[in-house]
């Protein structure tokens, strides 16, 4: 049973930092590539980042392009997500998603991301 | 960025009559490799979206048959032949044939 376990998230200062991580399981991590998806309170989900097959290719919504970083650790199937100056407009939950068909097949539950002072 | 438009945003809908949602693309969503990446998601309150249909047409691993999706280039739909009661919530398409990879606003599904 494919599984995705968010952690990381909580309050964080304007200008400040946090970094989620994704534990998976039930699948061969290093296989397949890895998302970041928000949702903001009443809002649409929103992409945010991916992390391919290989670490050093990597994909950014222009809104955190230049603040968050996506990585990913094949030994410890967890992908992370450092995010760098925050605001208030990143305040959401966030889903980390695999994509083994063409798609965002299997999602956490979501970590919960709060940027207020 | 692809816009994708959903209608209606709500639609309520009646135990075991059909239920249809449209989603429109900016620009076609043909990847250079002759796929269409189009998606449907599901969202209940409180839970994270869960993959329906992909690629236009194919149902995800255990998604009922009254589920089914069509279309071709820019215009899309989705389609509950027989509205049941664990089918409220919101439905999202998505595409991933462009980056970066949009969803549409969501159609709020509720039972009259």
Redesign the interface.
């Known amino acids: 049973e494919v599984q995705l376990l968010e952690s990381g998230g909580g309050l964080g200062q304007p200008g400040g930092s946090l970094r989620l991580s994704c534990v998976a399981s039930g699948f061969t991590f290093r296989s397949f590539s890895m998302n970041w998806?928000r949702q903001a309170p009443g809002r649409?989900?929103?992409?945010v980042s991916t992390v391919d097959i290989r670490p050093d290719v990597t994909?950014y919504?222009?809104s955190v392009k230049g603040r968050f970083t996506v990585s990913r650790d094949n030994s410890r199937s967890t992908v992370y997500l450092q995010m760098n100056s925050l605001r208030a407009e990143d305040t959401a939950v966030y889903?980390c998603a695999t994509?083994m068909?063409?798609?965002?097949?299997?999602?956490?539950?979501?970590a919960l991301v709060t940027v207020s002072s | 960025d692809i816009v994708m438009t959903q209608t209606p945003p709500s639609s309520p809908v009646t135990l075991g009559q059909p239920a249809s949602i449209s989603c429109r693309s900016s620009q076609s969503l043909v990847h250079s490799d002759g796929n269409t990446y189009l998606s449907w998601l599901h969202q209940r309150p409180g839970q994270p979206p869960r993959l329906l249909i992909y690629e236009i047409s194919n149902r995800f691993s255990g998604v009922p048959d009254r589920f089914s999706g069509s279309g071709a280039g820019t215009d899309f739909t989705l389609t509950i032949s027989r509205v049941e009661a664990e089918d409220v919530g919101v439905y999202y398409c998505m595409q991933v044939s462009h980056f970066p990879w949009t969803f549409g606003q969501g159609t709020k599904v509720d039972i009259k």
Request: avoid cysteine; charge should be negative.
């Open positions: 998806v649409g989900p929103e992409w994909h919504a222009d889903y994509r068909l063409s798609h965002f097949d299997y999602w956490g539950q979501g």
